[in-house]
């Protein structure tokens, strides 16, 4: 691909948003006030605004190798906190998708380099559903089922955090939600997990009882 064509194709949308509204971009200018925050993989088949239809300004973006989030991630730490305290989202979705990269390299240990210690939490959760995992014997059910998991325990590693428990004791939000994206259909499925009940069976663990509770 001819690189300066990247430059002709954001004339072309620019001269495509003004067509529709002549006065997009001053209105983009003006600030954001996106509902959801979206925490996906960095793979270049998963475009997030594209894959559910949504606009500039509509949705809060953080992604990386396989949709981690790492309680000591400050780069994942300060997109939470930002989307939470002051865009004020009602909804964080953490999307996995099938067939990603990082899950397979995690599927298969070999010594990768940088990316050791970031598939190290991948591992874990292959690790923390063992027996369920190891029961499967189709590679690919295998294969998902871990994408699967995998979007459940980041979605579990977001509500441990404490300012989203602030605020989810505060206003009820942010909803969380798990969803993987199907690459090989284009369709978004929605997990359908339910993490005010997953809250409830590790609070004893993981309840930070903001102050004002105590
Ligand atoms: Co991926």
Request: proline letters at 3%; charged letters at 25%; glycine letters at 6%.
């Amino acid at each position: 691909m001819d690189f300066n064509k990247i430059f002709q194709n954001n004339q072309l949308w620019i001269a495509e948003k003004l067509a529709a509204d002549p006065h997009y971009f001053e209105t983009l200018a003006k600030g954001q006030t996106p509902e959801f925050l979206y925490i996906g993989c960095s793979d270049s088949r998963v475009t997030a605004e594209d894959l559910m239809g949504l606009q500039p300004g509509e949705v809060f973006i953080h992604r990386n190798i396989a949709n981690q989030v790492v309680p000591t991630d400050n780069n994942v730490n300060a997109v939470i906190q930002y989307a939470v305290e002051h865009l004020k989202v009602k909804h964080i979705i953490v999307c996995g998708h099938y067939e990603c990269g990082g899950v397979k390299a995690a599927l298969h240990p070999s010594d990768m380099g940088q990316l050791n210690s970031w598939l190290q939490t991948l591992r874990d959760v292959r690790r923390l559903h063992r027996q369920e995992l190891e029961a499967i014997d189709d590679k690919t059910k295998l294969f998902d089922r871990l994408v699967e998991l995998n979007v459940l325990e980041q979605c579990t590693n977001i509500i441990k955090i404490d300012h989203v428990q602030r605020a989810w004791y505060k206003t009820g939000y942010p909803k969380i939600h798990g969803w993987v994206f199907d690459v090989r259909t284009g369709k978004l499925i929605d997990l359908k997990l339910n993490m005010e009940k997953e809250f409830g069976s590790i609070r004893h663990i993981y309840d930070l009882k903001p102050l004002e509770k105590q």
